[in-house]
């Protein structure tokens, strides 16, 4: 045999060798059912089915499938599988769970993970080795699969304390979140990640997901997440304060660590605890809490004017009294920051007539230096005091102001000034003159408030019919109506916006002919051709307008009958409402107002129905609602066969609502005495609104309601309850107030209340 032989023979018989002592040294894989791990691990990458089952086989291996399961960590997905992902992140997605997925294989380290999860506690010796290798994915589902695993030993803890502070910030947020799930068992864990609020190393990003797993943390990590907020390190401190944002507003906790940081030496951590502090859960009926106005109250003096401020805006926030407010708000005005200044005039503005005393600082705030300041001053004096006629050239000079919005506003606030016509109707008769479309719409829709008074600018509003711009025609029809007949000589402008303007046009001029044009046969044709056209947006107004011409015949009489009986719900709504204007016979009221409170619990019986974008759909429009009850109400003793339906609508049922119900039937008084039983019932209601307005209407139905439900005085006082600090809204305004609709393209017109007989 030649030497070349020999050494080929040689390496055969050393590879055989080298094989047969791997096969006999390595260590066997672990079995389940006659199949080793990698069979299992193979059908896991392919399985269809659920976590537990393809978990199965390897909780049954135990800790002996654990190396194995994280070799799955360090493995790359295939190049097919990659390429079948970035194309599939660019399809929507009801093309991509079409798509069949036959042949690929995809990542099996989630699957992996899960797997290991599921074993528990006997993995953790290879899970803590894992948190040292050097590859990354390894640590990184190491960390996730440590934090699922309840309880976590001391060792897991250090491992994941290590990875806490790994080069990798991803592997860091996974392992401070971990961390943060196993505080009950490990409350020194918590000084830790506190501490890593503190290194300099770590980004904002980083530092504001860290003081998230904080807050998180729950009962057994408040303890240190208190002392955290005693941090020598202002920036830790902030961090924690601005986390607490994220906790329930109810969470008595969250409000004991704001008081904490409302007393904080840095000016920023006590601001924004401040501000917190002030807020209050919208979605449910309840006053924030009385400990944290008072120490907002008791914070009021702070020496930075940032935190003063953010105190003030809660305390508002808060809806605390105008006693308690008012003094403060007027300190405010003395502020040297024009916005502080500005700011507290305009909340000044919200208690309205209660904030007489606070008069003489608002005047002495019309000579500001701010242009800002001094319209804040005069626009709350509307509010506040409509009879302080020196206000009134303020505003006229901010009409020269550089801000668009303060000029604007300024023309829009004269016309709150009532008292002060001689000196505002002037000013806003030049202001229809501005070369400023927007001022000249705001001047025609501020005149409108001082009705005939401001008939010397006539001319100029019949000028701008003609003229105008869309919005600034629409202003001043709305203006001339308030003129009544006295404004004859605008009918020729008016009805050709009513026969050619646009939607809005249409409406206006609707009701300004049905306010100028009493008695004109041939105003009366028009409204009457508008309220037969086939588009319903021009109908509603015309409708509405016949109705306050009244029944002068009987055309007119015929069109709202038919109205009132049409199958689209908003034209039967203006129709019933004209008919109550008209003064006409209310029995032609009652089946149309059954017919409509029926298709409330019937919303789906309206969905078919379309015209363009008009909605059709009454049970979401709060505006219809309120309406129908009032008409409900207006009709008196006649409503008593509608009474049933106001009960059945009593249930809660969501399209209309069992508060606007109970209200009607309150308002009704005696002839709804058949709702007693069922209004009885609804004082038990979890929610305290409609709890208050059960009561409101027991209260108006029965004179000794409160002798035959001894709780109702309670229940009437309930929602007042903190009635040291806060304002309550009243349920009773929902349904008695008087609001203009805001219209906008889409939407359904509605002219606003009836003019006054």
């Given at each position: 045999?030649?030497?070349?032989?020999?050494?080929?023979?040689?390496?055969?018989?050393?590879?055989?060798?080298?094989?047969?002592?791997?096969?006999?040294?390595?260590?066997?894989?672990?079995?389940?059912?006659?199949?080793?791990?990698?069979?299992?691990?193979?059908?896991?990458?392919?399985?269809?089915?659920?976590?537990?089952?393809?978990?199965?086989?390897?909780?049954?291996?135990?800790?002996?499938?654990?190396?194995?399961?994280?070799?799955?960590?360090?493995?790359?997905?295939?190049?097919?599988?990659?390429?079948?992902?970035?194309?599939?992140?660019?399809?929507?997605?009801?093309?991509?769970?079409?798509?069949?997925?036959?042949?690929?294989?995809?990542?099996?380290?989630?699957?992996?993970?899960?797997?290991?999860?599921?074993?528990?506690?006997?993995?953790?010796?290879?899970?803590?080795?894992?948190?040292?290798?050097?590859?990354?994915?390894?640590?990184?589902?190491?960390?996730?699969?440590?934090?699922?695993?309840?309880?976590?030993?001391?060792?897991?803890?250090?491992?994941?304390?290590?990875?806490?502070?790994?080069?990798?910030?991803?592997?860091?947020?996974?392992?401070?979140?971990?961390?943060?799930?196993?505080?009950?068992?490990?409350?020194?864990?918590?000084?830790?990640?506190?501490?890593?609020?503190?290194?300099?190393?770590?980004?904002?990003?980083?530092?504001?997901?860290?003081?998230?797993?904080?807050?998180?943390?729950?009962?057994?990590?408040?303890?240190?997440?208190?002392?955290?907020?005693?941090?020598?390190?202002?920036?830790?401190?902030?961090?924690?304060?601005?986390?607490?944002?994220?906790?329930?507003?109810?969470?008595?906790?969250?409000?004991?660590?704001l008081l904490v940081a409302l007393r904080d030496a840095d000016p920023p951590v006590r601001a924004k605890a401040a501000e917190l502090l002030g807020e209050r859960e919208r979605t449910k009926y309840l006053p924030p809490s009385p400990e944290a106005a008072a120490a907002l109250l008791a914070a009021v003096h702070d020496p930075d004017a940032a935190v003063r401020r953010s105190i003030t805006d809660s305390l508002m926030r808060c809806g605390v009294k105008a006693d308690i407010m008012v003094p403060l708000l007027v300190q405010q005005l003395k502020e040297t920051s024009p916005n502080d200044r500005q700011q507290a005039a305009n909340w000044l503005s919200y208690f309205g007539a209660a904030a007489k005393s606070a008069v003489p600082a608002l005047v002495e705030a019309l000579?500001?230096?701010?242009?800002?300041?001094?319209?804040?001053?005069?626009t709350t004096l509307s509010e506040v005091a409509p009879d302080r006629c020196e206000t009134v050239p303020v505003l006229i000079e901010c009409v020269t102001a550089s801000e668009l919005l303060v000029r604007e506003s300024a023309v829009s606030t004269l016309g709150k000034f009532l008292p002060c016509a001689a000196t505002a109707i002037p000013a806003l008769k030049t202001f229809l003159t501005n070369e400023s479309a927007a001022i000249q719409t705001f001047a025609a829709r501020a005149l409108t408030e001082f009705g005939k008074a401001a008939l010397p600018a006539m001319p100029e509003l019949i000028r701008l019919v003609q003229i105008g711009e869309v919005e600034t025609r629409i202003q001043a029809m709305n203006t001339l109506a308030n003129f009544g007949p006295t404004a004859?000589?605008?009918?020729?402008?008016?009805?050709?916006?009513?026969?050619?303007?646009?939607?809005?046009?249409?409406?206006?001029?609707?009701?300004?002919?049905?306010?100028?044009?009493?008695?004109?046969?041939?105003?009366?044709?028009?409204?009457?051709?508008?309220?037969?056209?086939?588009?319903?947006?021009?109908?509603?107004?015309?409708?509405?307008?016949?109705?306050?011409?009244?029944?002068?015949?009987?055309?007119?009489?015929?069109?709202?009958?038919?109205?009132?009986?049409?199958?689209?719900?908003?034209?039967?709504?203006?129709?019933?409402?004209?008919?109550?204007?008209?003064?006409?016979?209310?029995?032609?009221?009652?089946?149309?107002?059954?017919?409509?409170?029926?298709?409330?619990?019937?919303?789906?019986?309206?969905?078919?129905?379309?015209?363009?974008?008009?909605?059709?759909?009454?049970?979401?429009?709060?505006?219809?609602?309120?309406?129908?009850?009032?008409?409900?109400?207006?009709?008196?003793?006649?409503?008593?066969?509608?009474?049933?339906?106001?009960?059945?609508?009593?249930?809660?049922?969501?399209?209309?609502?069992?508060?606007?119900?109970?209200?009607?039937?309150?308002?009704?008084?005696?002839?709804?005495?058949?709702?007693?039983?069922?209004?009885?019932?609804?004082?038990?209601?979890?929610?305290?609104?409609?709890?208050?307005?059960?009561?409101?209407?027991?209260?108006?139905?029965?004179?000794?309601?409160?002798?035959?439900?001894?709780?109702?005085?309670?229940?009437?006082?309930?929602?007042?309850?903190?009635?040291?600090?806060?304002?309550?809204?009243?349920?009773?305004?929902?349904?008695?107030?008087?609001?203009?609709?805001?219209?906008?393209?889409?939407?359904?017109?509605?002219?606003?209340?009836?003019?006054?007989?």
């Open positions: 045999m030649s030497r070349r032989r020999r050494i080929i023979a040689l390496a055969v018989v050393a590879a055989l060798a080298g094989a047969m002592a791997y096969r006999w040294l390595a260590p066997r894989e672990p079995a389940w059912q006659g199949q080793p791990i990698s069979y299992w691990i193979d059908e896991m990458r392919v399985s269809s089915g659920g976590a537990d089952e393809f978990a199965r086989p390897f909780i049954a291996m135990g800790s002996n499938a654990a190396p194995w399961l994280i070799r799955e960590f360090g493995k790359e997905d295939s190049r097919l599988w990659t390429s079948f992902v970035s194309l599939c992140q660019k399809l929507p997605p009801e093309i991509f769970d079409a798509l069949p997925r036959p042949g690929l294989t995809p990542s099996t380290r989630q699957s992996a993970a899960v797997a290991l999860e599921k074993i528990g506690p006997p993995a953790f010796p290879t899970l803590i080795r894992a948190a040292r290798d050097l590859n990354r994915n390894v640590r990184f589902f190491t960390t996730l699969v440590l934090g699922r695993i309840h309880p976590l030993s001391s060792e897991a803890a250090e491992a994941l304390l290590r990875l806490f502070r790994d080069p990798d910030a991803e592997i860091r947020m996974a392992a401070a979140t971990a961390l943060g799930r196993n505080l009950d068992a490990h409350q020194r864990v918590m000084t830790s990640l506190v501490a890593g609020l503190d290194d300099a190393w770590r980004s904002s990003f980083e530092r504001e997901k860290l003081a998230l797993v904080l807050v998180f943390a729950g009962p057994a990590g408040f303890p240190t997440l208190l002392q955290s907020l005693q941090h020598t390190n202002a920036g830790v401190r902030l961090a924690i304060t601005q986390a607490l944002a994220k906790m329930e507003i109810a969470n008595t906790n969250r409000t004991r660590a000579q500001d230096e701010a242009v800002v300041v001094r319209f804040a001053a005069a004859r000589a605008a009918l020729p402008g008016i009805s050709v916006a009513l026969t050619s303007g646009s939607e809005w046009e249409r409406a206006a001029a609707c009701r300004a002919l049905g306010l100028i044009g009493a008695g004109d046969p041939e105003v009366i044709g028009l409204l009457i051709e508008t309220a037969n056209s086939p588009r319903e947006e021009f109908r509603l107004p015309a409708i509405q307008s016949l109705g306050w011409l009244g029944a002068t015949n009987e055309r007119v009489h015929a069109v709202l009958s038919r109205a009132a009986d049409d199958a689209s719900p908003w034209i039967r709504l203006a129709g019933i409402q004209a008919l109550i204007d008209a003064k006409l016979p209310l029995e032609e009221c009652v089946p149309p107002l059954q017919s409509l409170l029926k298709t409330f619990n019937q919303p789906a019986t309206l969905s078919n129905q379309t015209s363009g974008n008009f909605p059709t759909d009454l049970s979401a429009n709060y505006e219809a609602k309120k309406r129908i009850c009032q008409a409900i109400i207006a009709l008196g003793p006649i409503a008593k066969p509608i009474v049933p339906d106001l009960i059945e609508l009593l249930e809660g049922r969501p399209p209309f609502g069992a508060e606007l119900s109970a209200l009607t039937l309150g308002e009704l008084k005696f002839v709804a005495s058949n709702a007693i039983p069922a209004l009885a019932k609804m004082l038990a209601s979890p929610s305290a609104y409609p709890r208050y307005c059960a009561a409101v209407a027991l209260q108006n139905i029965l004179p000794d309601a409160a002798t035959q439900f001894p709780h109702l005085p309670n229940i009437l006082t309930e929602l007042h309850a903190a009635t040291n600090f806060f304002m309550t809204p009243d349920p009773r305004d929902w349904l008695t107030r008087q609001d203009s609709i805001q219209t906008s393209p889409g939407q359904i017109i509605f002219l606003g209340n009836p003019p006054p007989r």
